[in-house]
C-alpha cells in the first residue's frame, strides 16, 4: 500500500515539473529536443494541437490475460496491447480508410502480388533500441511459425500458402502473396511489429507463448506504440507511461503522445464502469450500454456523454444446424427437423419486432438489423436487401407451407404443432452477463408465443455458452452478438466461410453441409481476390442475399456506439470501431492540467 | 379470551392477503406476461378523485402519462382527459383457482391501461405480476414450510423418543445441515440439472430443496419436547398398562409438540417465503416470464435500474403485511400454547 501511494506522489511531482517547464520554455520547445526530430522520420498528425503532461484513467472490465500480441485473444488484452504497439500501416479508426504507420509508403505490383514497405528512418522501440527490417523479417516469421500458434497466422494465409517475406535493404520489405488479396494493405492493420532484441532468444527456445504477462519487468519488454509498461499491480490497475521515442508528432512538431501517463482500473462489470466515471475516478467510458447512458446524460457534472451512431457490432439469434450426429442428443436431433425447414427460420425471423427490440433494449439508440453489415458500416451494406416489417401473418403462412399446424389450446391460446403432431418447444441461451441480450431473448420469446411456439430462455455464464454452441454443441437456439473489427467485408471471414469458427450454427465444416453455404463460400472466396470493389462488393452483396434467404442467422439490432469522457479531456473523438475511444490516445490530452483524475 | 381475539385479528389479515393473492387472476387488471412495449418503464398513475378544473368526481379516475417534451424517460400526466376506473369488467382470460375460466376483472380501465404500480422493463404491469408472484412466493413457502416441518417432527420424535444410537445419529446429522452453505450447494445443484427447466419444475425443485435443507431446527426442538413428554407421569402410567411405542407416540407424546409445531410454521412460512425471493433474484429460481417476487426485484441487480426507476422496488415492500401477519400469528400461537401448556390441561380438568 505504501509503495502505491508513494509512486503517486512521484508522478505528482513528475507533472509539476513538467508543467513548470512548459511554463518557462514556452511553445516550440515542449521538453522534446528538436534536432532528434530531423533525423527521424516522423508522421504528423493533423488535428488539434494539445499540451503536455498528465495521466488519463479508463477503466477495463477485468484484467487483460496478457500483453503478448502473439496470445491474445480476449478484448482487454487486445486493447491494452493496441496502445503499447503498431503496425506498418494502420486504419485509421474515424476515416475507415488505410493510413501510413511504421511504413512510410507502399507500392503494390501491377499483378497485385508482391507489396513493397519502406519503414521510416530512425525510428526506436520505447526501449531504445533501433526498429529495421531484421525486426519486420523476424515478426513475420513469428506470426507464420506453425508451432507458435499466433492467432494472426490465419490472416497471413493467403490461397491456402504463408505470405513470404523479402528484405531489400535495412528500410525496405517485399511481401510476396500466392494469389491477389482484396483487402490489401487493411491485411497490416493490428498486426504489431515485434522487438526482435527482446523475443529472438526466447523464441529459439520456444518459449514465447510463455512471455508477454503483465507481470514483465517494464525494461523487459518493449514496442512501438504510444506507451509503454510501467507498473503492473494485480486485481487492481496496469499503468503504462509515455513511450519517448514515439514516431508521431503534432502540427506543431511536438512529439507525441501528450499523456505522460495512462491507467487502467480493472473493475468487475459494466456497472462498476458506470460509477467509477460518475465519481470522477476515470476519465472516459466507452462501450456504455444505453440504460447506463441515459443515467450518466442526466447528470453530466463535468463531463459529456457522446453518441457516436451505429457501430459495427450485430446480434442474433441462431439455430443449430450442426451435422455431427454423434455430438447431438436425440432430443436436440428432432428439433433440428424444424430447424432446417427454411420456411420455419423465415417464420421466426418475420414474427421478431425488431423495432421493440431498438426501442425497448437500446432506448432507440440502435438500429434493426437484416443483415450481417451493421449499419455502421456505410460501404459494405446491401441496400437491396429487403427489410420486411414485422408480420405474424406471413409467419403462419410460411409455417403451414411447411407441414406445421396449430391445436386449440384450453386457453385459446394455441399451440404450434409439427407434421408429427408434437408440439414446438425450444430453448434460447443467452449469456449472463449481457443484460441486453437477455432482454432481446425475453422479447422473442413474447414474439414467438404468438406463433404458438413455447420457448424457454435460459442465461449461462458466457464461456460455457461458447463451449456449448462451439465444442459440445448441445443447444437448440442462442443469442449473440459479434463485433466486427473493421470496416472490410474481410473482418467477418469467419463466419461467412462454413469452415470458419465463427460459423456459429455449424462452425468449423470439413465440407459446407448445404449448397448455399458452398455458395456463399465461393462467392467470399471469390470476393478474397478480386481486385477491384466493385467487383468485391458485387459478389459480396449476393452472399448477403443468400444469407437473408436462408436465415441461419436472424439478426435483430445493432446498438450505437456510446461512449463518454471529462470535459478537461482534448481530442476526444469517439469512433465507431474499435478501441472506440482510445483509437487517437496519443492526441488526447489534458485541457487544464492537474485537474483530472489522481489516481 | 384476549389472545384467542388476536389470534383471530391475525388470522382473518392473513385470509384476506392470501384471499388476494389466491384470486390473482380477479384483483390483477391484466395477464401478468402480457408485454405493452409501448410503454416501457412506466411510473405508477395516480388515483384521482379531483380533476384539473377542479371538479370533483364520484368515480376515481386516473389520467394518462406522456412523455415530457425534450426527455426520454421523464413521464407527466396529460390532463386533458380523465379516465375513469371501471370495476368489475371483461378482461384477459384467467383461470380462478387453477381451474374456472373467468374474464371478470375487478378493476381496469376502458380505454387506457391502469397502471397502479407501473410498468417494467417490458411494459408489463408490476400490480398484476406482484399478485401473480405471490402466488408462486407464497405457495413455495408453504409448501416448503410444510415439507421442512413433516421431515423436522418425524425425525426429531424418532430421535427423542428411541434416544440412543439413532438419537446421537440423527442429531449429527442435523447439525451437519445445519452447518451447511446451503445457498451455495443449491448454485452446484443448478449446475447438474439440465439447462432448460419448466416453470413447473422450476417451483418444485425450490421447494423440495427448501423442504430438505432446513428440517435440522425443528427436528431439534421436537426432540426436546417428546425428550420431555416421555419422562411424564401419564406417560409412564400408560406405558406401565402396556402400551405399545407406536400408540404412545401417536396418543399422549405427539399432541405435546403441536404448539411448537404450528409455532415453527408460522416463522419458517416468512423465512421460505424470503428464501424464494433470495433463489430467484439470483436467477435460480422459477424462470422468466413467469413471475415471482423475487424475479420482479431481480431487476435492481441493474445499476441504471436501481437509480432510474424507484417502482420497481415496491415487491420488496409488498411482503411486508404477509411477514407481519405471520410473525403476528406465531407470537399469539406462543401464548395460546401458554394456555395450553400440559399442566394447565391436566390440573384444569
Excluded at chain 1, 451505429?310 to 428432432?334: A, C, H, M, V, W
Excluded at chain 2, 416453470?199 to 421436537?222: D, H, K, N, S, Y
Aim: proline share 5%; charged share 20%; with cysteine.
Amino acid at each position: 500500500m505504501k509503495k502505491t501511494t508513494a509512486n503517486c506522489k512521484c508522478c505528482g511531482i513528475r507533472s509539476i515539473v513538467l508543467l513548470l517547464l512548459f511554463v518557462f520554455v514556452g511553445h516550440q520547445a515542449i521538453a522534446f529536443p528538436q534536432e532528434k526530430i530531423g533525423k527521424e522520420e516522423l508522421l504528423v498528425l493533423p488535428g488539434e494541437v494539445g499540451r503536455a503532461g498528465g495521466r488519463l484513467v479508463v477503466s477495463l472490465r477485468g484484467e487483460p490475460k496478457t500483453l503478448n500480441p502473439l496470445i491474445a485473444a480476449d478484448a482487454r488484452s487486445r486493447e491494452v496491447i493496441g496502445v503499447m504497439q503498431a503496425d506498418l500501416v494502420h486504419i485509421n479508426r474515424a476515416t475507415q480508410q488505410t493510413e501510413p504507420a511504421l511504413a512510410k509508403s507502399w507500392k503494390i505490383s501491377p499483378d497485385g502480388l508482391s507489396y513493397t514497405i519502406v519503414l521510416r528512418r530512425g525510428l526506436k522501440f520505447s526501449d531504445g533500441q533501433p526498429l529495421d527490417a531484421d525486426d519486420v523479417l523476424f515478426t513475420f516469421r513469428v506470426y507464420l511459425d506453425e508451432n507458435v500458434h499466433a492467432p494472426q497466422r490465419d490472416l497471413l494465409m493467403v490461397g491456402g500458402k504463408p505470405i513470404t517475406v523479402r528484405k531489400v535493404d535495412e528500410h525496405t520489405v517485399v511481401f510476396q502473396l500466392a494469389k491477389t488479396y482484396g483487402v490489401g494493405e487493411r491485411l497490416f492493420d493490428g498486426l504489431a511489429i515485434l522487438p526482435r532484441h527482446l523475443l529472438e532468444k526466447r523464441y529459439e527456445e520456444g518459449k514465447l507463448g510463455q512471455i508477454g504477462s503483465l507481470a514483465t519487468a517494464a525494461d523487459q519488454w518493449a514496442g512501438l506504440g504510444p506507451f509503454r509498461l510501467k507498473e503492473y499491480v494485480a486485481g487492481q490497475r496496469l499503468v503504462l507511461e509515455r513511450n519517448p521515442y514515439y514516431w508521431k508528432s503534432d502540427a506543431q512538431g511536438g512529439r507525441l503522445p501528450y499523456l505522460d501517463e495512462l491507467v487502467f482500473l480493472f473493475v468487475p462489470n459494466a456497472d462498476a464502469q458506470v460509477l467509477k466515471f460518475q465519481s470522477g475516478e476515470t476519465d472516459m467510458i466507452s462501450q456504455v450500454g444505453a440504460e447506463n447512458f441515459s443515467v450518466l446524460s442526466k447528470q453530466q457534472h463535468g463531463y459529456t456523454m457522446v453518441d457516436a451512431g451505429p457501430g459495427l457490432e450485430y446480434n442474433f439469434l441462431f439455430f443449430n444446424l450442426n451435422d455431427s450426429i454423434e455430438k447431438t442428443s436425440p432430443d436436440i436431433q428432432r428439433k433440428q427437423k424444424w430447424f432446417r425447414e427454411v420456411n420455419f427460420r423465415q417464420a421466426v425471423s418475420a414474427a421478431v419486432d425488431r423495432e421493440a427490440i431498438v426501442r425497448l433494449v437500446y432506448q432507440g439508440r440502435g438500429a434493426a438489423l437484416w443483415g450481417l453489415v451493421a449499419p455502421g458500416n456505410r460501404r459494405w451494406g446491401n441496400e437491396k436487401l429487403p427489410h420486411p416489417a414485422r408480420s405474424l401473418d406471413r409467419a403462419r403462412t410460411l409455417l403451414k407451407e411447411a407441414g406445421f399446424s396449430w391445436s386449440n389450446g384450453p386457453d385459446g391460446g394455441s399451440t404450434l404443432l409439427d407434421s408429427d403432431g408434437k408440439s414446438v418447444e425450444f430453448s434460447i441461451l443467452t449469456s449472463s452477463t449481457n443484460a441486453d441480450r437477455a432482454k432481446m431473448a425475453a422479447l422473442i420469446q413474447d414474439d414467438l408465443k404468438q406463433l404458438g411456439m413455447r420457448v424457454q430462455v435460459v442465461p449461462l455464464e458466457s464461456r460455457s455458452l461458447l463451449d456449448r454452441v462451439t465444442q459440445s454443441r448441445d443447444y437448440d437456439a442462442c443469442i449473440m452478438g459479434i463485433a466486427s473489427y473493421d470496416a472490410d467485408a474481410n473482418s467477418d471471414i469467419s463466419v461467412w466461410l462454413s469452415s470458419g469458427g465463427l460459423h456459429l450454427w455449424s462452425p468449423s465444416q470439413a465440407h459446407p453441409a448445404t449448397s448455399w453455404e458452398a455458395e456463399i463460400d465461393r462467392l467470399i472466396e471469390e470476393q478474397m481476390s478480386a481486385r477491384t470493389f466493385e467487383q468485391r462488393k458485387k459478389l459480396y452483396d449476393r452472399a448477403q442475399e443468400i444469407l437473408a434467404e436462408n436465415q441461419p442467422m436472424i439478426f435483430l439490432a445493432s446498438p450505437n456506439i456510446l461512449a463518454g469522457a471529462k470535459n478537461s479531456i482534448g481530442n476526444f473523438h469517439p469512433a465507431v470501431l474499435e478501441p472506440y475511444v482510445l483509437w487517437n490516445v496519443e492526441q488526447l490530452y489534458l485541457k487544464n492540467g492537474m485537474e483530472n483524475a489522481t489516481r | 379470551m384476549r389472545v384467542r381475539r388476536t389470534f383471530a385479528k391475525w388470522l382473518v389479515v392473513l385470509g384476506v392477503l392470501h384471499g388476494m393473492v389466491v384470486c390473482a387472476g380477479f384483483f390483477a387488471p391484466y395477464d401478468p406476461v402480457e408485454q405493452d412495449r409501448q410503454s416501457p418503464y412506466l411510473p405508477p398513475m395516480r388515483l384521482h378523485l379531483l380533476d384539473a378544473h377542479g371538479h370533483l368526481h364520484v368515480r376515481p379516475f386516473v389520467y394518462a402519462l406522456r412523455l415530457r417534451e425534450s426527455s426520454f424517460d421523464q413521464f407527466e400526466e396529460d390532463t386533458t382527459e380523465p379516465h375513469p376506473v371501471k370495476f368489475f369488467l371483461r378482461g384477459a382470460r384467467y383461470r380462478l383457482l387453477g381451474f374456472l375460466p373467468l374474464r371478470m376483472h375487478f378493476f381496469g380501465g376502458e380505454n387506457t391501461r391502469i397502471y397502479l404500480l407501473g410498468t417494467d422493463a417490458y411494459g408489463r404491469d408490476q400490480f398484476s405480476r406482484l399478485l401473480f408472484g405471490g402466488q408462486v412466493s407464497l405457495f413455495a413457502g408453504l409448501l416448503g414450510a410444510g415439507v421442512t416441518l413433516f421431515i423436522g417432527w418425524s425425525i426429531g420424535a424418532v430421535a427423542g423418543y428411541y434416544g440412543g444410537w439413532r438419537d446421537s445419529l440423527l442429531m449429527r446429522v442435523a447439525e451437519l445441515f445445519l452447518a451447511l452453505p446451503w445457498l451455495y450447494l443449491l448454485f452446484a445443484l443448478r449446475a447438474f440439472l439440465p439447462l432448460a427447466v419448466s416453470p413447473l419444475e422450476a417451483f418444485f425443485l425450490i421447494t423440495a430443496v427448501l423442504g430438505a435443507v432446513g428440517w435440522a431446527r425443528p427436528a431439534r426442538l421436537v426432540r426436546g419436547v417428546v425428550l420431555s413428554a416421555k419422562e411424564r407421569d401419564f406417560v409412564r402410567a400408560a406405558r406401565g398398562f402396556g402400551a405399545s411405542n407406536g400408540y404412545l407416540l401417536r396418543r399422549h407424546i405427539l399432541p405435546e409438540t403441536s404448539s411448537v409445531l404450528l409455532t415453527q410454521a408460522a416463522i419458517l412460512i416468512p423465512q421460505y417465503v424470503l428464501a424464494e425471493m433470495t433463489l430467484s433474484f439470483l436467477g435460480l429460481g422459477v424462470p422468466e416470464p413467469v413471475p415471482s417476487w423475487g424475479n420482479l426485484l431481480s431487476g435492481l441487480q441493474q445499476y441504471s435500474v436501481l437509480v432510474s426507476y424507484w417502482w420497481m422496488y415496491l415487491p420488496a415492500l409488498a411482503m411486508v403485511p404477509f411477514f407481519l401477519g405471520y410473525l403476528g400469528l406465531a407470537s399469539s400461537f406462543e401464548e395460546r400454547g401458554a394456555v395450553y401448556k400440559i399442566e394447565s390441561r391436566i390440573w384444569g380438568m
